[in-house]
Nanobody
Framework: QAQLVESGGGPVQAGGSLRLSCTTS????????MGWFRQAPGKEREFVSV???????RYRDSIDGRFTISRDNANYTVYLQMNSLKLDDTAVYYC???????????????WGQGTLVTVSS
C-alpha cells in the first residue's frame, strides 16, 4: 500500500513561515504528480499546489506567491514552503499523489494523513 508521510505542521503567528514535508516510496514518487491540498474547519478540501516529475508547478490563485512547492528526487520527498502565513491559511494540509495536474480531489490516488497548520494573530 502506497503511503505518504507528512511532517512540519504546527502553530505559527501570522506573517511567519513553515515548511511541510511529504516522503513516499520511489514507486509512488516516480509514478505521480505530487502536491498539497488543505481543509479548513467546516470547509471542503481544496487544492493548494502541485509539482510533476519535471518540476512543473501550479498553485491555487489565493496563494499569490507566498508558497513554494519543490521536490527532492533523490529522497522521494516533496516540500511546501509557506511564507507570509495568514489566518485563512489555517487548515489540515494533506499531501497527495495522482495524475497531473492534481487539481481535483476526486482523482487523487494516494492521500497522506494530514498535518495541522494553525496560524494565529
Amino acid at each position: 500500500q502506497a503511503q505518504l508521510v507528512e511532517s512540519g505542521g504546527g502553530p505559527v503567528q501570522a506573517g511567519g513561515s513553515l515548511r511541510l514535508s511529504c516522503t513516499t516510496s520511489r514507486r509512488t514518487f516516480s509514478s505521480y504528480a505530487m502536491g498539497w491540498f488543505r481543509q479548513a474547519p467546516g470547509k471542503e478540501r481544496e487544492f493548494v499546489s502541485v509539482i510533476n516529475w519535471s518540476g512543473r508547478t501550479r498553485y491555487r490563485d489565493s496563494i499569490d506567491g507566498r508558497f513554494t512547492i519543490s521536490r527532492d528526487n533523490a529522497n522521494y520527498t516533496v516540500y511546501l514552503q509557506m511564507n507570509s502565513l495568514k489566518l485563512d491559511d489555517t487548515a489540515v494540509y494533506y499531501c497527495a499523489a495522482g495524475p497531473w495536474p492534481l487539481l481535483d480531489r476526486r482523482y487523487i490516488n494516494v492521500w497522506g494523513q494530514g498535518t495541522l497548520v494553525t496560524v494565529s494573530s
